[in-house]
């Protein structure tokens, strides 16, 4: 990855898809064949660190950039699916809205002071967004009246909808979250830079590049983990965070 790109926090920049001289991105299953085929390299991890792994889940610490079989491993990925099946089994300080084809929830761990979960109801649904191309633009365009919704009855709050390039949950979701980002759920560089970096794709952006090429572009496994790796910066001024206390008490002045 270009080190120039370590500095950058494209959380609140709309940019146009880059045009490449093949406009068709390479399908996600060719990626997935080769992060399945590195991590089948690895040493499988001891019964202790995998209760580590799980504990750390529980708490709201999960793990983005998880490969496949990890997916497949983990319990806790496919948490999401009550609330896409019985909705109304939730109160309303957990559904805060419902159609035919999208259902809202408050995310367990919010990473900022307004955040939600836009989950599709619809079987046709692909996992996340790697599995997205022009036959899904109206599942997409469900969510984004979803994201409407919620903005229209929270005027006093500036939400962003997007998703995470890698996500950590098997049902794919969409992200409304309040530009803040303070949260006591926000705990590490990972949490941090999962919203303020392209890690972060927005909602808009997604739709546009679909329109364009017909899929989404992901980077590779290594390329999305270095996303959560950089160095903390600020996304509003751009200035250089030695740690997350340090950070948060920067963002509370920028929101004053």
Wanted: net charge positive; aromatic share 6%; hydrophobic share 35%.
């Amino acid at each position: 990855m270009n080190k120039s790109n370590k500095a950058i926090h494209p959380f609140f920049l709309v940019k146009k898809p880059a045009t490449t001289a093949n406009p068709v991105p390479t399908p996600a299953s060719a990626s997935l064949t080769r992060i399945v085929a590195d991590s089948s390299k690895r040493a499988a991890p001891t019964s202790s660190s995998a209760s580590k792994k799980q504990k750390s889940s529980d708490s709201g610490d999960s793990n983005y950039a998880l490969s496949p079989n990890k997916q497949h491993n983990q319990s806790w990925q496919h948490a999401l699916k009550p609330y896409v099946a019985n909705p109304e089994q939730f109160g309303p300080e957990v559904v805060v809205d419902v159609s035919r084809e999208v259902v809202v929830i408050v995310d367990k761990y919010p990473k900022a002071r307004l955040h939600f979960l836009a989950l599709p109801r619809v079987h046709e649904c692909p996992a996340d967004i790697r599995g997205l191309t022009n036959l899904h633009l109206p599942l997409l365009g469900s969510l984004q009246d979803a994201f409407v919704r919620i903005q229209e009855t929270r005027p006093n709050m500036k939400l962003r909808a997007g998703f995470h390039s890698v996500p950590s949950m098997a049902h794919l979701h969409l992200h409304i979250i309040s530009e803040d980002l303070i949260s006591p759920s926000l705990k590490n560089k990972r949490h941090y830079n999962s919203f303020a970096t392209s890690f972060f794709r927005p909602l808009n952006q997604v739709i546009a590049e679909i329109n364009e090429f017909g899929r989404i572009q992901i980077g590779t496994e290594e390329e999305c983990e270095a996303l959560l790796k950089i160095p903390l910066v600020c996304y509003k001024c751009q200035k250089n965070m030695k740690n997350i206390p340090e950070l948060k008490k920067h963002l509370e002045t920028e929101q004053s």
